[in-house]
């Protein structure tokens, strides 16, 4: 059986989760893969999450942080370069799950940290989970990967990943925490490149054969032109927003001129219904808001877009009250909107 060892030492979430996808899809389903790769500062959700539900994604924006849509399952987790992340592909014949925990647990052991199964998905020392794993299989071919937390930024998990407490009324996977802990509190001196080069020591162990390991930098998108379209692919925003289950966003304010009521149906991140309740008296302008929104991403830039573009319609009105109403409008619900 045919060994191989990838490690990145790309921090780019989208470059590291589309060669999992590019490792999964074109690799050799034949040999027995291990990668290794950590982020940069990155919340990942699973293929079914809501990432408005699930984080603050305005804050990442203001703070940097990479919104990544993973292929598979699972919950929203955050990575910094606190975080070592693996991957294991092996034939689906040959595929034992349980060996590629015990490859993790044997390199912490050599790291003098004894670890143990809990569960399917995690990994704990004593009653504190230091990993969690998901799971991808085809016909041919199964896929682990998982997360251990070396020395993750555990405020920031709580700053990301605490959803807005807005009425978002969501459909998908929500996230369920647990009580976590960094290695580095059972052996301060473990580091990325040491706990990595331990589950390399381990797989090899587990296979009975060592392997030269290929570094992957940015150059591999040139020499991989399929590795570039799955990279191309997870940077996109139609993927990381627009893949999101159907959801309900339903806000109201008082403005001078009169309340609003507005009821915002997205699906695949589209505003695909929109309903205000409204006692204005400038029926005109309620009318002219829902179909400027309607059709329209459930961004920021898209909305001020629509209704700048409505300020420049004739008035309903005077062109004074309809500008300033507009104005209102939209400073309001771009204030609101989780994006």
């Not at 143990?116 to 085809?138: C, E, P, T, W, Y």
């Not at 993750?152 to 605490?162: E, F, I, R, S």
């Not at 830039?301 to 939209?330: H, Y």
């Amino acid at each position: 059986m045919k060994l191989r060892i990838l490690k990145s030492s790309v921090t780019n979430p989208w470059f590291n989760l589309a060669t999992e996808d590019w490792i999964f899809q074109e690799l050799d389903a034949h040999s027995h893969t291990l990668f290794l790769w950590r982020n940069s500062e990155t919340v990942v959700i699973g293929r079914s999450q809501n990432p408005w539900v699930e984080c603050k994604t305005d804050k990442m924006a203001e703070d940097g942080v990479y919104l990544a849509r993973r292929q598979s399952g699972g919950g929203a987790v955050f990575h910094d370069l606190g975080n070592t992340n693996f991957t294991f592909l092996s034939p689906k014949d040959g595929y034992d799950q349980q060996a590629n925990f015990d490859i993790i647990i044997n390199a912490l052991k050599k790291l003098g940290i004894e670890a143990s199964l809990s569960g399917r998905n995690d990994m704990q020392v004593g009653d504190r989970k230091i990993s969690g794993s998901a799971f991808k299989h085809a016909t041919d071919r199964s896929f682990h990967h998982g997360t251990l937390l070396v020395n993750a930024n555990m405020q920031k998990l709580g700053d990301y990943l605490n959803p807005h407490p807005l009425k978002l009324q969501a459909k998908g996977i929500k996230s369920v925490r647990s009580r976590v802990a960094n290695l580095v509190e059972f052996n301060d001196n473990i580091t990325h490149e040491s706990l990595s080069q331990a589950i390399i020591e381990a797989f090899c162990d587990y296979y009975g054969k060592t392997v030269e390991i290929e570094e992957l930098d940015e150059d591999s998108l040139k020499q991989e032109p399929h590795l570039n379209r799955y990279y191309e692919q997870m940077a996109d925003w139609d993927w990381r927003f627009g893949k999101t289950p159907q959801f309900n966003h339903h806000i109201e304010t008082r403005f001078e001129w009169g309340i609003i009521d507005l009821h915002l149906e997205v699906a695949q991140a589209i505003m695909t219904e929109v309903v205000i309740f409204s006692d204005a008296l400038n029926v005109e302008l309620i009318e002219a808001l829902k179909q400027a929104l309607t059709g329209a991403k459930y961004t920021v830039d898209a909305v001020t877009s629509r209704l700048n573009d409505l300020k420049q319609q004739p008035a309903a009105g005077s062109e004074s009250s309809w500008i300033t109403q507009i104005t209102d409008f939209e400073q309001w619900l771009t204030g609101q909107m989780v994006t």
